[in-house]
């Protein structure tokens, strides 16, 4: 299998992991707030986890599609992938003053995203 079909193939599974967590987090809140160092509880906490779940939805849909319209577009998408992973490990440690254990779904956000640049840039 080529370089390019596996990143083709890595950038099916990133959109669809963004769509269920989007989802979840749309639906149930309190299942991901912990993630961003916010409480279900208060209504402020609920909306934001909200508002980056329908941000994850729309971003896996955008994955998608690249994937199966434009898949040389997948490098930029990638870049854009790391840059939120990044922002959401921001938020989360200066939310929690520091390193903690749910910083560990942002960085494998950001080594996924990452693999996918590397895998469809050697496919070029």
Known sequence: MSAELLGRDLAYIIAALLVLTGVVALWQPAILSHLYGCYAHERNGRAFVRATGARDVVFGVMVAGVAVLAPGGLRAIAVLGMALSAADAAIVFTAN????????????????????????????
């Open 97 to 124: 003053s520091g390193f903690v254990r749910e910083l560990i779904g942002h960085f494998l956000g950001f080594a996924a995203f990452a693999a996918l640049f590397f895998l469809v840039g050697i496919g070029l």
